[in-house]
């Protein structure tokens, strides 16, 4: 069974930085897995800010291009968000996912990002 531990999250104020961590286990698909990052604010759909596939090839949302950096360690089956520059928009649950359609699937618990004023 795959699971999917977040950490990093918490209460930041504008112009700070927070590094998520989400440590995936119990598939041998994971380290050929695109990993990512989705985030859902209240009130709105869950939306896509960044996947990194295994090979590190990265994709980022418009609206954190330049500020929010994934990364991944394979050997550790981790992948990291760097972020920067926060904003309050950037508050919102964040999600961990793990995608090798069809074989896996997979989403974190969620970790809550709060911007403070």
């Known amino acids: 069974q795959v699971q999917l531990v977040e950490s990093g999250g918490g209460l930041v104020q504008p112009g700070g930085s927070l590094r998520l961590s989400c440590a995936a286990s119990?598939?041998?698909?994971?380290?050929?897995?695109?990993m990512g990052w989705y985030r859902q604010a209240p009130g709105k759909e869950r939306e896509l800010v960044a996947t990194?596939?295994?090979?590190?090839?990265?994709n980022y949302a418009d609206s954190v291009k330049g500020r929010f950096t994934i990364s991944r360690d394979n050997a550790k089956s981790t992948v990291y968000l760097q972020m920067n520059s926060l904003k309050p928009e950037d508050t919102a649950v964040y999600y961990c996912?793990?995608?090798?359609?069809?074989?896996?699937?997979?989403w974190g618990q969620g970790t809550q990002l709060t911007g403070s004023s």
């Open positions: 996912n793990v995608d090798m359609r069809p074989f896996l699937d997979a």
């Open positions: 990194i596939t295994s090979a590190g090839s990265t």
């Open positions: 119990g598939s041998i698909f994971i380290r050929s897995a695109a």
